[in-house]
């Protein structure tokens, strides 16, 4: 069974109502991307950030998958798909998809910010000032903020490595490190891009572009997935 490596990004959860801070000039939701999803934004205004991200989650929660999502999932039935998404929101999660890493962190999880080994699940849409981990520290949201350290990067690296196609969705390669994982690919690894944006990176020669959003775009995918099989 051929392995599947979906890389996905922020076009994919905009089809399902949820904005990025890409959508209006670093704004997101009217808050300035710096205030609010940095470390720095942390250290400087803890509430501000926590009210934030409890208002996004909330969001999430009403936000339900699309077609897009759905079909990553039916891919399923016919090839070893493992998503990597740079998206925060658990909608891969609830259309049913299995192999999910995600790198930026996932909004539905609280992590301690003394021990950030400790992980737990935010039960309904907020975590409160003065809501703590078992060693008594305040929890945050579990996200990767900008300036902050990939974690999960190396292990994006070896599911890529091992890749017999790659599909980008929803994304135009412009946020890093995600955006280098084409770079691990094994030699002449055909590469199927699903977003309406011109990227700005040359992905070689073995790489077939659908110029549309991500539920429309996906609805090529399976033929074209079908006579790479064949």
């Known amino acids: 069974m051929k392995k599947v490596v979906v890389l996905t990004g922020a076009g994919i959860s905009a089809e399902s109502g949820l904005k990025t801070f890409r959508d209006s000039d670093g704004l997101w939701e009217n808050y300035n991307i710096y205030d609010v999803a940095t470390p720095q934004a942390w250290q400087k205004d803890p509430a501000l950030v926590q009210e934030f991200y409890n208002a996004r989650r909330k969001q999430i929660i009403a936000a339900k998958p699309n077609a897009a999502h759905h079909a990553l999932m039916q891919l399923e039935e016919d090839f070893d798909v493992h998503i990597i998404t740079q998206n925060i929101d658990d909608l891969h999660e609830r259309a049913g998809s299995r192999k999910i890493l995600h790198l930026h962190g996932e909004i539905t999880k609280a992590q301690s910010t003394e021990d950030q080994t400790l992980i737990y699940q935010v039960k309904g849409w907020e975590i409160k000032m003065g809501d ?99």
């Open 132 to 230: 703590t981990c078992e060693k008594g520290s305040q929890l945050r949201p579990f996200i990767v903020w900008f300036g902050e350290s990939v974690p999960k990067m190396d292990e994006a690296i070896a599911i890529a490595s091992k890749a017999d196609v790659f599909l980008i969705v929803g994304t135009s390669l412009q946020v890093y490190p995600a955006a280098g994982l084409y770079q691990y690919l094994p030699h002449h690894t055909p590469i199927i891009i699903v977003d309406p944006a011109h990227l700005p990176l040359n992905l070689g020669k073995n790489v077939k572009h659908i110029k549309k959003g991500a539920s429309e775009g996906m609805l090529e995918v399976p033929e074209i997935l079908k006579n790479l099989k064949n």
